[in-house]
């Protein structure tokens, strides 16, 4: 597989999370990893000089995977080096997120790491823009995005304080730039419209990922990757989890730049043009072949009137009436 090549957001949640833990190993130090909702696979990817494990409700087939319900992980406490959790808090219902957060630190040895769009109000509308798009432009209603509205995304506060009072030393490290995020989801969905746009998706999300992975790690952002661990953190160690945050908009937290909307917006509008154009043409081709038509049956009239047959029974219709 390249990776390059995953959807933006699976790529960029993912390799935080894989930067994240080789900062976290010593030299040489091969981990086992645990990534709980991890289907399909992707952490092997990512990290495939660790022994990785995938634990998840749905069927995944790939090697050390196990079907397990995730609020109450099969495993002994202590049982992984580091526990995953990409993009999952959110999808858990509100009054059970404190639970699967004790299970993740219960299997862990060392460390946790949880990757998760967390309630702002900016990521909540991103949410429901690109939840509406799909339901408009698609015709569905698209489930994942239909639990964070529903669930109601977590709060980062609250969960850094829920693993602080496990005993957690934590750092988070922002993820996805929220100004590119929502415009790249939009035109990567809007893509799906046809498979011929599959190879397209793929060079788009290649040169994104290649390009402006590094500069996505900023505020305002869709995600945080939250690092817990179960001793202090070095020193050393934080500054080079500091060194994942991009440098540009460090001042700029509350500053969202919506401006490549309009781009996509221009585009939709172009697309509907299109689509109108396209019933336009329909109707005059109808009326073409209505014009034919009524042609054709002006010249079928023209030829049976010249008919003798048509000649006798217009003679004798004749004399029927004078003859009255």
């Known amino acids: 597989m390249n990776v390059l090549e995953l959807p933006f957001d699976q790529y960029q949640r993912y390799k935080i999370t894989e930067e994240a833990i080789n900062i976290l190993r010593s030299p040489g130090q091969k981990f086992k990893i645990l990534d709980v909702g991890g289907h399909p696979g992707l952490i092997s990817e990512f ?12 069927e995944c087939d790939i090697p050390n995977f196990q079907k397990a319900d995730i609020l109450d992980l099969p495993f002994k406490d202590g049982s992984f080096d580091v526990v995953t959790s990409v993009d999952v808090l959110e999808h858990i219902p509100p009054e059970k997120r404190e639970k699967f957060l004790e ?47 529903n669930y109601r995304l977590p709060n980062k506060d609250d969960t850094i304080n829920s693993l602080r009072r496990m005993g957690a030393d934590t750092f988070s490290i922002p993820n996805g730039n929220l100004s590119r995020w929502l415009p790249m989801m939009i035109a990567l969905f809007y893509m799906d419209i046809d498979p011929q ?23 305002p952002c869709y995600r945080y990757a939250v690092v817990a661990s179960k001793e202090e953190l070095k020193e050393l160690t934080v500054s080079k989890l500091q060194g994942l945050i991009s440098l540009n908009n ?29 019933q336009i043409n329909n109707l005059i081709q109808n009326l073409n072949d209505r014009d034919i038509q009524i042609s054709s049956l002006k010249e079928f009239e023209r030829k049976v009137k010249s008919t003798l047959l048509y000649k006798m029974y217009r003679y004798l219709r004749l004399y029927k009436i004078y003859n009255k």
């Open 47 to 58: 990290l495939s000089e660790d022994d990785t494990f995938v634990v998840d409700k749905l």
């Open 103 to 149: 299970e993740l630190w219960r299997i862990s040895k060392d460390y946790v790491l949880i990757a998760a769009p967390f309630y702002t109000p900016n990521v909540a509308q991103a949410d429901r823009i690109l939840f509406e798009f799909i339901r408009v432009k698609l015709g569905y209603s698209h489930h994942f995005l239909d639990e964070h509205i």
């Open 197 to 219: 746009f599959n190879k397209l998706q793929k060079l788009i999300n290649s040169f994104y990922n290649e390009n402006y992975y590094k500069i996505d790690n900023c505020k």
């Open 250 to 278: 460090k001042n700029k937290d509350s500053y969202i730049d919506f401006s490549p909307v309009l781009a996509l917006i221009e585009l939709f509008n172009l697309d509907m043009i299109k689509e109108k154009e396209g």
